[in-house]
């Protein structure tokens, strides 16, 4: 069984922050490209941040660019999403997820219909 498993939402102020960890089981992580991937109530999923296989390739949304900062460990078979500044329109379910062919192009894409292994979701909170 491949799984993947998202951790560290919750309840944060506006202007807190949290990171956000995405990890595997059954299978390794460093032979995919990881994306990040959010769907708040009434509203679409939407790509927030990727990071290629190797790490040196990086994507985010308008949206989170300069708040939000995708990183991975392969050591750790994990992914990071540091999410600094968060807003209240940064509330949503966050869902991490596998992209086996931009891996093989060494690259990654915002579009979720590329990827392969998706994680349930975690939910992230942002409000006074």
């Known amino acids: 069984q491949l799984h993947l498993v998202e951790s560290g939402g919750g309840l944060v102020e506006p202007g807190g922050s949290l990171r956000l960890s995405c990890a595997a089981s059954g299978f390794t992580l460093d032979y995919y490209a990881i994306g990040w991937f959010r769907q708040a109530p009434g509203k679409e999923r939407e790509g927030v941040s990727c990071i290629s296989r190797s790490g040196g390739r990086t994507n985010y949304a308008d949206s989170v660019k300069g708040r939000f900062t995708i990183s991975r460990d392969n050591a750790k078979n994990t992914v990071y999403l540091q999410m600094n500044s968060l807003k209240a329109e940064d509330t949503a379910v966050y869902y991490c997820?596998?992209?086996?062919?931009?891996?093989?192009?060494?690259?990654?894409?915002?579009?979720?219909?590329?990827?392969?292994?998706w994680g349930q979701g975690t939910q992230v909170t942002v409000s006074s």
């Open positions: 997820a596998a992209d086996l062919r931009a891996a093989f192009r060494g690259m990654c894409v915002m579009a979720g219909s590329s990827y392969d292994y």
